[in-house]
C-alpha cells in the first residue's frame, strides 16, 4: 500500500556575511585548526563528467576554467584548507596533465597543510568510477570529505563533521552526510532541472527517501512502513544539493561492489535507501545561512559569479586577493585591478570585475560582467551579462549580450555578439557581423557533444576528443557563421536547438543539450512563468504516458547518440526507479522504439544486430521473454509493414537469444489470431529441431 504526499514545503533562502579571517597563506595559520586524531581527507573529483562547458572544454578542464578571473578549483581548495583538511587528493583524468602542471606551480604545490595530491586515472566516466579506482588504489584509510572540483562555499564544516562523527560512533551504518541548503523555488543558485525531493526524519535528519523531481511530479509516494519506523517525516523540495558529502571509508567499497552505481545521487544513494539488505543510512546537514553552491552548468556560472561580485561568497571575493592580485572594491560592487585603463567617459555599471592590464575604451558601457586581464575594448561598445576572458580583443562599436568569450577572442569592429552564444579559445568573428543567438564558435571542427560523456565510450566530455583529429589549418572558415575576416567553425548540438518559445529553451536546458541555453540573467518573474509553461503541459497528461514518453525519449537519445546497451540500460534503469515504473514498462517502450528503426529485412538484420541486445537485458526469465513476444504481437498488429517481417523478427529473437525455445511455444499456444498463424511454420521448425535434438 502506497501513501500520495503532495509537496507543498518552500524554505525562503536566509544567507548573510559570514565573518572569516583571510586565509591565503595555510602554512602559517595551521596552529589555528585542531587536528582530529585521523587525519582529515578530502577528495576532489575535477572531471565533471557532462558536456555542458562544450566547446570551451575541449581545450581546458573545467575546473582551471575562470570564476571572476580565478581559477575555479581554487574555491574548492581554499574552501577546503579553511576547513581543515590535511590531505587533499585531486583525481582527474581528463586534461590531467593541465591539472597536475596547474597545482604543482600554484601555491598548492609547496603547501604542507593541507598537502595536494594529483591521483591521475584512466578512463573514468563517472563519480562511481572514481571512487571505485580510489577504493582499488587503497588511499582512503577513514571518512573523508567528497566534493566535487567546482565548488563554492565559505561554509563552516566543523559542525557536520562533528555531528557525522558522532553519529558514527553510535551506529557504523550511518555511512554518509549530505550538504544541502535552504533555499526558496526561484533562488538563482538552484541549477535547473537537477533539483531533489528529500524525505528527512525530523528528529534526525536521516534521509530515508531521495528522488529527482525532473520529471516534474505533483504526487510522491511514501510506503506506510517508513511511517512505522519514523514517527514524523518531513518532505522536503526546498534543499539545494551542494554536492559537498561527508563520507565513511565503506563508501568507496559500497561502489566497488556495485557497477550500476555511477552517479552519487541518482544511483548511489536512491541505491541504499531503497536497500532492504544492507541497512545503511545517510544522513543530511542542512544549512541556510552560508554560501554553498556548484558551478554545474552556464547558468550557476552565471548566478555563482554575480554571487561572488554582490560578496555573498565572503571572503571569496575579488579583493580578498588570494592569488596575489590586486583589486579594490568600489561602490556598487565594482572591482579593478591597479594596471586598468579606462577613458574618462567609460561607464562601469552595478557587478563588474576588471582585470589586470585591461584597457576600456571612450564611451564604452559595462554591466553585469567579468573582463579578464590584457583585454582591449574599443570605443562605443556595450558589454552586459557577460565574461570576458584573458587576451580578448573587441573592436569599436560592437555589442555584447549576455555570452562567454574565452581567452585570446577577437571581435573586430560592428560586430553584434546575441544572447547565450560562446566563443571558444582564439575565434575570431567579423567585421560587421551579428552573430545569433545561442552560437557556439571553436577552432576545433566537429558537432559539439561528439565523443562526450554521454556517448558510447562515456568519455568525459571535458576532453579534447570532440574536434576529431582536425585543426583549423586550412583555414576554410564559412562566413556565414563568422564573417569575412573571421575564424572558426560553428558547433552543433545533436539535438535540435531552435529557441523559438520559452518551454523549448527551458526544456534544452533541462536536456542540457546545449551550453549557452544556461547562461541568462536570473529574473524571478520570468523563471516563475518559464516554469508554469512547462507545468501546464505536464499536468494535462496521465503521469504513466509521461513516464513512457521519457523512457521513449531516452532511447531514442541514446540511438542517435550512439550509446553502449550498458549505458542505455543504467538510464532506463534510473528513469525506472525515479518513476516507480515495471520492467514491463520498458519493454513495451523499448520493443517499438527498437522496431521504428526497421523499414525492411534488411534493416531489420543490421537493426537488430546493434539492438537487439537492449531487449535481451529486460527479458531475462520465461515470463519477460512471454510478455515481450506478447508485445511484439500487439505491436504488429498495428503495424502492417512489421508484421509482414514477424516471423523474421522472431527468427532473429532465436538466433540472438533474446527469447529461448519454451517461451516461443507458451506463447504461440495461448496467441490467436493471423500474426500467430503467421508463425505456424517457425514453431514447427522449433519442435522438430528439439525432437532431432532429443533423438
Request: proline share 3%; with cysteine.
Amino acid at each position: 500500500m502506497r501513501l500520495g504526499v503532495s509537496l507543498v514545503l518552500l524554505l525562503p533562502c536566509l544567507i548573510h556575511f559570514p565573518f572569516h579571517n583571510q586565509f591565503n597563506q595555510h602554512q602559517s595559520t595551521s596552529h589555528q585548526y585542531k587536528k582530529p586524531k585521523k587525519e582529515l581527507v578530502a577528495v576532489v573529483v575535477a572531471d565533471s563528467f557532462n558536456k555542458r562547458f562544450l566547446p570551451l572544454t575541449e581545450d581546458k578542464p573545467r575546473c582551471l576554467l575562470p570564476l571572476a578571473n580565478v581559477p575555479l578549483i581554487e574555491y574548492t581548495l581554499e574552501f577546503l584548507a579553511t576547513a581543515g583538511v590535511e590531505q587533499i587528493y585531486v583525481v582527474c583524468c581528463s586534461h590531467a596533465d593541465q591539472i597536475k602542471s596547474y597545482l604543482k606551480s600554484s601555491r598548492w604545490g609547496k603547501s604542507t597543510f593541507p598537502k595536494v595530491s594529483a591521483v591521475v586515472s584512466q578512463q573514468l566516466a563517472s563519480t562511481g568510477d572514481a571512487l571505485r579506482d580510489l577504493d582499488a588504489k587503497q588511499l582512503l584509510k577513514s571518512d573523508f570529505i567528497l566534493v566535487s572540483g567546482d565548488v563554492v562555499a565559505n561554509m563552516d564544516l566543523s559542525k557536520a563533521l562533528h555531528e557525522h562523527r558522532a553519529r558514527r560512533a553510535i551506529d557504523k551504518n550511518g555511512i554518509m552526510t549530505m550538504v544541502v541548503k535552504a533555499a526558496n523555488p526561484t533562488h538563482r543558485t538552484r541549477s535547473k532541472g537537477e533539483e531533489g525531493i528529500y524525505v528527512l526524519n525530523a528528529a534526525t535528519q536521516e534521509c530515508v527517501q531521495y528522488r529527482s523531481s525532473f520529471p516534474t511530479k505533483h504526487k510522491l509516494k511514501l510506503d506506510l512502513e517508513l511511517f512505522k519506523a519514523h514517527s514524523e517525516l518531513q518532505v522536503r523540495n526546498d534543499l539545494i544539493d551542494c554536492q559537498i558529502d561527508i563520507c565513511s571509508v565503506d563508501v568507496p567499497a559500497l561502489f566497488t561492489e556495485n557497477f550500476d552505481y555511477q552517479d552519487i545521487r541518482k544511483h548511489f544513494v536512491r541505491g541504499i535507501l531503497e536497500s532492504d539488505i544492507l541497512g545503511k543510512q545517510i544522513h543530511c546537514h542542512i544549512i541556510s545561512d552560508t554560501y554553498a553552491a556548484r558551478v554545474r552548468s552556464t547558468q550557476m556560472y552565471d548566478s555563482i559569479s554575480k554571487d561572488i561580485m554582490a560578496r555573498w561568497t565572503y571572503p571569496l571575493v575579488p579583493d580578498t586577493n588570494i592569488l596575489g592580485t590586486t583589486y579594490k572594491h568600489h561602490n556598487p560592487y565594482i572591482y579593478k585591478e591597479n594596471g586598468v585603463i579606462l577613458q574618462f567617459t567609460t561607464h562601469l555599471s552595478r557587478h563588474v570585475i576588471v582585470g589586470d592590464k585591461t584597457f576600456i575604451g571612450e564611451k564604452t558601457e559595462i554591466s553585469n560582467s567579468v573582463i579578464g586581464r590584457n583585454c582591449k575594448i574599443g570605443k562605443n561598445v556595450k558589454i552586459n551579462g557577460s565574461y570576458i576572458w584573458d587576451d580578448v580583443v573587441i573592436g569599436d562599436n560592437v555589442v555584447i549580450e549576455r555570452s562567454i568569450l574565452a581567452d585570446g577572442v577577437v571581435v573586430l569592429a560592428g560586430v553584434t555578439i546575441e544572447k547565450g552564444s560562446v566563443l571558444s579559445y582564439g575565434v575570431k568573428v567579423g567585421p560587421d557581423f551579428v552573430l545569433k543567438e545561442f552560437s557556439r564558435l571553436s577552432l576545433n571542427k566537429g558537432r559539439a557533444g561528439a565523443n562526450s560523456d554521454d556517448d558510447d565510450d562515456d568519455d568525459d566530455s571535458d576532453s579534447d576528443s570532440d574536434n576529431d583529429g582536425e585543426s583549423s589549418s586550412d583555414h576554410t572558415y564559412n562566413v556565414d557563421h563568422v564573417g569575412e575576416e573571421g575564424k572558426g567553425y560553428e558547433k552543433r548540438d545533436e539535438v535540435n536547438s531552435d529557441d523559438e518559445d520559452d518551454e523549448e529553451e527551458y526544456r534544452a536546458i533541462l536536456d542540457v543539450c546545449s551550453l549557452a541555453r544556461d547562461i541568462q540573467l536570473h529574473d524571478i518573474d520570468d523563471i516563475a512563468d518559464e516554469d508554469s509553461d512547462t507545468d501546464d503541459g505536464l499536468s494535462e497528461m496521465d503521469p504513466l504516458e509521461r513516464s513512457h514518453l521519457e523512457l521513449i525519449s531516452t532511447i531514442e537519445r541514446a540511438f542517435e547518440e550512439n550509446h553502449s546497451i550498458d549505458n542505455i540500460v543504467l538510464e532506463l534503469n534510473t528513469l525506472k526507479f525515479a518513476d516507480n515504473l515495471e520492467f514491463h514498462d520498458i519493454r513495451v517502450t523499448a520493443l517499438p522504439t527498437v522496431l521504428s528503426l526497421v523499414t525492411d529485412a534488411k534493416t531489420l538484420q543490421t537493426t537488430m544486430k546493434r539492438w537487439g541486445g537492449l531487449l535481451a537485458r529486460f527479458a531475462t526469465d520465461a515470463e519477460d521473454q512471454l510478455d515481450l513476444l506478447r508485445i511484439l504481437e500487439d505491436h504488429c498488429k498495428g503495424n502492417e509493414e512489421h508484421a509482414k517481417l514477424f516471423v523474421k523478427i522472431l527468427q532473429i529473437f532465436y538466433q540472438l537469444d533474446i527469447c529461448e525455445e519454451d517461451a516461443f511455444l507458451v506463447w504461440y499456444k495461448k496467441a490467436v489470431g493471423k500474426i500467430r498463424d503467421s508463425a505456424t511454420p517457425f514453431i514447427n521448425w522449433l519442435q522438430e529441431a528439439d525432437e532431432e535434438s532429443s533423438d
